[in-house]
């Protein structure tokens, strides 16, 4: 049967051309490696998006299709506190740590405080056991509490307690008895400037006494002399201190050289009312510059009572006791044992002399107030000649009011 050209044609073409889709297909098939040979375990390869891994199977090692499984993993509830717990817990976390400062703050408080109770509570042993064995102790004498003192502490160049004292420049007012009386034999200025405390640990005022080389201290009072070559001090306790009976004492290192007139003493406080020598005057010490081994204690009082009035009814006891050693070089203790209708001068604890009103012969003013003076005077007729003298400091370290026999007042204002 013979076909016509053209079907042959055809024919021929649609066998050509599934000659070429077979084999097309057939290498389609078996394009992926699964179950060829491979060379080393475990090794991997990626073909077609797919991973493969090489494994040993029945004596050989072969690609083998790696399948992946898929977990699908469900989340998990949540749990625990809300934000309202949250912030409550952290409150009361706070509120814990705030009381638990608040107790280590109050129990810190509480032993600082008992620790400053217990040093206080020592230091005032220790300052009663101390004053107990500075307490003078003379036979005869009932030395008792201490009534009034003042150890001049301070920074090194201050001012004495303007509580206690008053330095002065000696104005006289009013005329010829106030400012302490000041006295027309003294060559000299008296200026506060020239008390100053010393700056030591247990305290001490120091007077100086220095000649005039150049400008006066703008605080210097008058020349009550012909001649003043010389400034210097003097402080009081008048009109803020007064003292009425006691054991009174003060101990003192005296300045040195020819021409110094120092003096621990004591005026009636009614002074600018009587005048002197009515108010009367207890000389504790007064130190002869030219003759440092003596001190002298004296007696001053009006042979009646005669207000404002001066000097021939001035009089005086005096009394002096070798103290042993030059009183310039060292320190020691002046002190007046005063009682009613007596009066009893001592250094260092050793009596000096006793004034009574029967031996005085005069008008007695001594059971009245009086006040403290010290001071440095340059005093050619009483301490020698100051021709020598360029300067000279007087120490004070303490000044101390006891009672004694049960007896004395401090009165302050």
Same mark, same amino acid.
């Given at each position: 049967?013979?076909f ?13 051309i599934a ?25 991997a390869?990626?073909? $077609?998006g ?11 090692l072969i ?13 998990s ?7 309202a ?5 952290k409150?009361?976390?706070?509120a ?13 408080a ?22 107990e ?11 008792g ?29 009013p005329? $010829?008895f ?8 003294e ?12 700056g030591s ?9 220095t ?10 009072g008058?020349?009550?002399?012909s ?29 040195a050289?020819?021409g ?23 000389d ?10 003596t ?8 042979t $009646?009572?005669?207000v404002?009035?001066c ?17 310039s ?10 009682l ?8 260092d ?13 005069g ?8 006040f ?17 003298l ?17 007896q ?6």
């Open positions: 049967m013979q016509p050209r053209r079907l042959f044609s055809l024919l021929s073409a649609g066998a050509l000659s070429f889709i077979a084999p097309i297909s057939s290498f389609a098939a078996v394009k992926t490696i699964a179950g060829t040979v491979c060379k080393k375990a475990g090794s390869t990626i073909q $077609s797919k991973n493969f891994r090489c494994v040993a199977s029945k004596g050989k690609w083998q299709l790696k399948v992946t499984t898929t977990v699908q993993i469900q989340p509830q949540l749990t625990g506190p809300t934000w717990q949250i912030a409550a817990e409150a009361a976390a706070e814990l740590a705030a009381e638990q400062t608040r107790l280590a703050l109050e129990a810190k509480k032993a600082t405080a008992e620790l400053k109770a217990q040093q206080e509570a020592e230091a005032k042993v220790l300052a009663a056991a101390k004053a064995a500075e307490k003078p102790k003379i036979s005869g004498l009932v030395i509490d201490l009534l009034w003192g003042d150890d001049f502490k301070g920074s090194t160049g201050s001012t004495i307690n303007q509580k206690n004292w008053t330095a002065r420049n000696c104005h006289r007012t005329e $010829s106030g400012g302490g009386a000041c006295f027309d034999t060559a000299i200025y008296y200026a506060p400037s020239a008390v100053k405390l010393d640990p247990d305290g001490a005022a120091v007077i100086t006494t000649r005039i080389a150049g400008a006066l201290p703008s605080d210097a008058k020349c009550l002399t001649v003043c070559a010389f400034t210097s001090g003097r402080f009081d306790t008048h009109g803020k201190v007064s003292f009425q009976y006691g054991f009174i004492e003060a101990r003192i290192k005296m300045p050289g020819s110094n007139h120092p003096a621990f003493w004591m005026l009636g406080d009614n002074i600018n009312q009587v005048g002197w020598p009515t108010s009367g005057e207890m504790i010490t007064e130190i002869h510059g030219n003759d440092p081994y001190t002298t204690s004296a007696t001053h009082y009006s $009646s009572y005669l404002n009035t000097c021939s009814n001035h009089f005086y006891k005096v009394a002096s006791l070798g103290v042993g050693a030059d009183v070089t060292g320190y020691h203790t002046y002190a007046v044992a005063w009613p209708n007596s009066i009893s001068y001592y250094v604890g050793r009596l000096i002399s006793i004034t009574t009103p029967q031996t005085l012969g008008y007695w003013s001594f059971n009245n107030k009086f403290l003076i010290l001071n440095n005077a340059v005093n050619a007729g009483f301490g020698g000649s100051w021709a020598n360029q300067s000279a400091t007087m120490t004070i370290d303490w000044v101390r009011s006891y009672q004694l026999n049960g004395g007042q401090v009165f302050t204002q």
